[in-house]
């Protein structure tokens, strides 16, 4: 891995229940990252590597993965209903889906974005699908 010194810096902040156990969250980043600094989904949160490299913004049907050193930003829509993402090794992106078989996990190479697409995807001004309203 290179070295670096951007450290994508945020927070997670509940936003509360809208509808039955759908919660409202909020992903803040510290600097907008390629003009976004505001994140909104339902039931999702953000996770980092160790280094602040890399961020993974998420909910049950999407992922975003923002890369400080590239400045670029990744994503993957899941088209099912997937569990919350593990980082391992700092870089290696685990997610296991949260019914059915679970040999269906999903891994990806964050470094080399292998299997993910450019762009922020379905993600509009930072408001996932599923954010409410």
């Keep these: 891995m290179r070295n670096h010194t951007n450290r994508i810096n945020f ?7 809208h509808h039955m156990g ?10 907008a990252f390629k003009g976004v600094s505001h994140f909104r989904n339902t039931n999702g949160g953000a996770i980092s ?11 049950s049907t999407l992922f975003l993965v923002l890369d ?10 899941t088209g099912l209903d997937y569990g919350i993402p593990i980082l391992g090794n700092g870089r ?7 019914s059915g078989n679970p ?6 190479d964050l470094e080399s974005k292998k299997g993910l697409q450019k762009g922020f995807g379905r993600v509009s001004n930072g408001k996932f ?3 409410y309203p």
């Design 92 to 98: 290696i992106l685990k997610i296991s889906p949260t």
């Design 103 to 108: 040999n269906r996990q999903l891994t990806f």
């Design 49 to 59: 590597d160790p280094t602040g490299r890399f961020v993974v913004i998420f909910d």
């Design 68 to 77: 400080s050193v590239e400045s670029s930003v990744h994503h993957y829509l």
């Design 129 to 131: 699908p599923s954010a």
């Design 11 to 17: 927070s997670v902040q509940y936003k509360g229940e």
């Design 22 to 31: 759908a919660a409202s969250i909020d992903i803040v980043l510290v600097n």
